[in-house]
C-alpha cells in the first residue's frame, strides 16, 4: 500500500493497493467528501463513486486516464447519498450502474437536496456561528470539513445537473477485464434501502463505501441497524486484505468486527437508555463511549441513538 505520486489533487489522496487498483481517499472539506476507487482491469477502467462535486469528480476522472492510460469505461454507483453521486455528470458520457433501488433513489434526492443548497445559503454561516461556540475538538473538525464540503457544493450548485445510473442491476454482476475481475454486488441495505460494494477476488480487495466507516461515527438513520449488521456478516466470509471505507482511510478484515461491534454498542446503548427511563429529549446526555472518542462527525452518534429510540429499537 503505497502513496501513488503519478497525479496529484487538492481533493483526494490516491493509494496503490494491488496492481491497477487504487483507492481516491477524500482530503476532507475539498468537496470529494467520500472515498472513492480507480480500477484498470486491463481492458476496462471501472471508477467506484464519484464524489460530492462535479469539480471533484473531474480530477478523478483525469486521474483515472493518467494512471489506466484510457478513459474511464464504468462508473458504479454504490448506494443514493450525495456526497457519493454528485460527480456523476463528468462521466455522462459513460456507462454508470447501480442497483434499481439505488437509481430511482438518486432521481428522487439528488434534485431535492440540490435544491435545498440552493435555496438556502444562509447555512453556511449558521455553521459558521456554531464552529465559533463550539470547543470540543472533534465537534470542530466536524464543523470544519462541513462547511468546507458545503462551500463547494454551494459553488457547484448551478452547473449541478441529474445524471443517473444507465443500468441497473438486483444482486450480482461480474465484470470480466483483461487482467482480472470484479463483482458488484448488493446484499440489501443498512446503510441505505440499497448498499453495494466492489469485490476484487484475486486481489482480495473491497471497496465498501458507506458499509464501512473507518475512524469516523457511521450514520444509519437512513437504513437499518440490523440488516447492516447481517450484511457484514455476510461479507466477513469473503476472503478479504483490504477495505476501503467510505468515510475515513483503509484497514484490514478485523476492520469488519470493530464496524459490528459499532452496531451493537449503540443499540445496546439505545436499550439501557429506555430501560433507565432516559428519554429523546435527554439523550445528550448520553457520552460517547470512550473507544469511539477519537471518531470523526461526533454529532452522527446522537443522532443515530435518536433514531433508534423514535423507531422503538
Ligand atoms: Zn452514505
Redesign the pocket.
Known sequence: MTVSTEFSSKYFSLISLAEGVWAALSIPGTGSW?NAGIIDMGDQTIIFDAFATPTAAQDLRIAAEKLTGRQATIVLN????L??VSGNQVFQDVPIMSTKLTREQIAIQQPRLIEIFKNNPEYLDQVKAELEQEESYQKRQELEDLLGEYSMILKDTERFKLTLPTITFEDTITLNGARMYAEFTTYGGG??CS?SFLYLPKEQVIFL??LMHIGYHA?FR?GNVDQWINILERVKKLKIKTIVS??GGIGTAEELDKMIDYLNTLKQISVDWVQHEGTIENIDEIDIPKRYASYGAPSIFHYNIKSLLEKGI
Open positions: 467520500s454504490s448506494h443514493y447519498h456526497d457519493h446503510h441505505t448498499d463505501a458507506d450514520d437512513q467510505g468515510h
